[in-house]
């Protein structure tokens, strides 16, 4: 897979928060070093990473099956949350209530159920870590626990 | 009186077709309807199911919009108020035609029920603001119970093509069945009618023409042979009359040939006696004719001039009544002698007459013109005696004129041929004519213009035997005119 610049930047964003914690102990960066969100799957999951358009046909539920096989499965968090906010905005292009207008619309019509919106970055971890197939965010400063993040380009 | 059977058969006949012609319109407006009802009830069941059934969709299309946009304001009171579109959808719902099935409905409204509380639920839990894990459940969960009404209204409220198929093949049997009806209505009643009508036509015509034979039989003479009057219809009336009449007639027939015999035998009997009673008169007359001229030849000259004059006029006297009593014989001899009718030359006769009549006179300077060609169809010597009489007068009457003048020309008339007889003398008054013809009657003076009187009267019934007609024309002082017209019984050509 080929690296993009985006994602040499991140590496190298990577590496100097690595010396940083080795200089100064291992703690949180300013908003501005660190990532928004991370995007999680089950550490079984055998997706490298994805491209915004692709996670955003994820979580509009327009792609519902894994390229490799399984029906995904998308989990939102809470629509007051930050990192729901930047999560919209950034990869669905879209506000939190203009998402949530969507969902009501495809609630109501029957055409689909949206994906739970979950209270917390331990809770979608939590969700991830038991299923598979599943597919979060959660807020940079959150520790992953055995939940894998897969770089999005 | 007898009802008469015919009339009331054609009365029968009339009512039938008018009842005929009256009861189909009636049929046929009642098998339209009939058809109409067929039809209608198509309408009835299946416009309303498609108005209800478009209606409901819409509706629950509506109803979803409701919770979305109730939800999506946050609006409670927005969504207390989806109870009422609820409530609008099943009252539509009611509104369902008796074809959709009634268990179909309750199901439909159940699901309806199952649905819209679900539906209430998540809104309401929506308007928390978080979908949960728990949430999208109910959310899936409301969405299956959304596609189950959904379900229920496209089966129970949309159009079945199978139920569709069987209303238009109802409408089409009733249809049917009008026609059906209409047939059986007027088919037979057609026939009937025909029937009737033939039947009493040919009845009517066969009476007709034995009516008819009967009444050529009747004008042939046959009174014996009644015509044949069966039945009791007005014909056979008609017949039975016509016998009656038949009878009259030959009763009638009977008693006029009964006369007529009787006036033969009369006639016969008279002109036998007139004829005996000429013969016998003409022997003394000759006698005394004889013996006078004997005295005038004998002794004349011992006679002193007025006892010659006495004989001479006894002898006239003899000489008139000798001549009466030729023209008594011949008259008699025309009405006994028997008639061969052939074509005669009347112009040839006629110029027969007028140069015996000027041989006779030939101090009498009379032009006498005869019309070539004239022919006409009778006994020659009777014919021959009418021509005598009616030149003979002519001549003796035109004596008188300026230039006397005798014409004879050809009289025709369809089915009769015979001439006229034309002076320019005295003439006569009109008023006189219809005693011309009369034995003895004279309208001028016997001293004026000698004659019997008995020659107008021979020429009659010689005519008259011929079955022809004479008359005559005159005016005092401007000529008569005498005409003569013979039958024909052989055409001209």
């Known amino acids: 897979m080929d690296i993009e610049p985006g994602e040499r930047r991140r590496t190298r964003r990577a590496a100097l928060a690595l010396a940083f914690a080795l200089a100064f102990g291992w703690r949180h960066g300013s908003g501005e070093e660190m990532p928004a969100y991370h995007v999680v799957v089950h550490p079984e999951n055998p997706v490298a990473s994805l491209d915004r358009r692709a996670l955003a046909r994820i979580f509009l539920k327009n792609t519902t099956r894994w390229e490799h096989d399984g029906e995904i499965h998308p989990v939102d968090q809470s629509p007051q949350s930050e990192v729901r906010r930047r999560f919209d905005e950034e990869v669905l292009g879209r506000s939190v209530a203009a998402v949530r207008n969507a969902w009501q619309q495809a609630i109501f019509s029957g055409r689909d159920v949206p994906p739970p919106e979950l209270g917390s970055d331990a809770m979608v971890l939590d969700y991830v870590r038991r299923d598979p197939q599943a597919i979060g965010y959660v807020s940079g400063k959150a520790e992953l626990r055995g939940a894998r993040a897969i770089p999005v380009r | ?493």
Do not use: C
């Open chain 2, 1 to 493: 009186m007898r009802q008469p059977t015919l009339r009331r058969r054609l009365q029968l006949i009339i009512a039938l077709a008018a009842a005929m012609l009256l009861a189909m319109p009636v049929v046929d407006v009642l098998s339209v309807r009939e058809v109409n009802g067929g039809v209608e009830a198509l309408e009835h069941e299946y416009v309303p199911l498609l108005r209800v059934g478009a209606d409901a969709q819409a509706r629950l299309v509506a109803l979803t919009r409701a919770f979305q946009e109730a939800v999506a304001a946050q609006d409670p009171e927005a969504l207390e108020a989806t109870a009422a579109q609820k409530a609008e959808l099943e009252a539509l719902l009611s509104e369902a035609p008796a074809l959709v099935d009634r268990a179909d409905l309750a199901l439909l409204r159940r699901h309806l029920d199952e649905w819209y509380a679900s539906a209430f639920g998540v809104s309401q839990e929506l308007f928390s603001g978080v979908v949960g894990e728990e949430l999208t459940v109910r959310i899936a969960d409301m969405q299956e119970k959304h596609r189950v009404v959904e379900r229920d209204l496209e089966r129970s409220l949309t159009l079945d093509p199978a139920r569709l198929a069987a209303g238009f093949e109802r409408a089409r049997r009733v249809g049917l069945y009008g026609l059906w009806a209409r047939m059986s209505i007027r088919v037979p009643l057609t026939i009937l009618v025909v029937a009737l009508a033939i039947a009493t036509a040919r009845r009517l015509v066969r009476s007709l023409d034995t009516l008819r034979d009967g009444f050529e039989r009747i004008g042939r003479g046959e009174f014996d042979r009644p015509v044949p009057a069966e039945g009791r219809d007005e014909l056979a009336d008609a017949a039975r009359h016509a016998n009656r009449m038949a009878g009259n007639l030959k009763a009638l027939d009977a008693e006029l040939r009964r006369g007529n015999a009787e006036l033969e035998r009369t006639n016969r009997e008279l002109e036998s006696f007139s004829y005996s009673v000429s013969h016998d008169l003409r022997a003394p007359l000759r006698s005394v004719d004889g013996f006078s001229q004997a005295v005038l030849e004998d002794y004349g000259d011992r006679l002193p001039e007025q006892g010659q004059d006495y004989l001479r006029r006894v002898r006239a006297g003899a000489q008139r009544m000798a001549a009466l009593v030729d023209d008594l014989l011949r008259l008699s001899r025309v009405g006994r002698a028997e008639l061969h009718r052939a074509q005669v030359d009347v112009s040839a006769l006629a110029r027969a007459v007028a140069e015996e009549l000027a041989r006779g006179s030939p101090e009498r300077p009379v032009e006498v013109e005869v019309e070539d060609g004239l022919v006409a169809e009778g006994d020659a010597p009777l014919l021959r005696v009418v021509l005598d009489n009616l030149i003979g007068n002519a001549w003796k009457f035109a004596g008188r004129g300026a230039r006397p003048r005798v014409e004879v020309a050809g009289l025709h008339e369809p089915g009769f041929a015979g001439f006229r007889v034309r002076d320019n003398g005295v003439g006569f008054d009109m008023a006189h004519a219809g005693r011309l013809f009369a034995p003895f009657q004279r309208l001028d003076s016997a001293r004026d213009f000698p004659g019997t009187g008995i020659g107008l009267a021979t020429v009659q019934r010689v005519v008259h035997r011929h079955g022809g007609r004479v008359w005559a024309q005159g005016e005092a002082g401007r000529g008569a005119e005498f005409s003569v017209l013979l039958p024909k019984t052989k055409d001209e050509g």
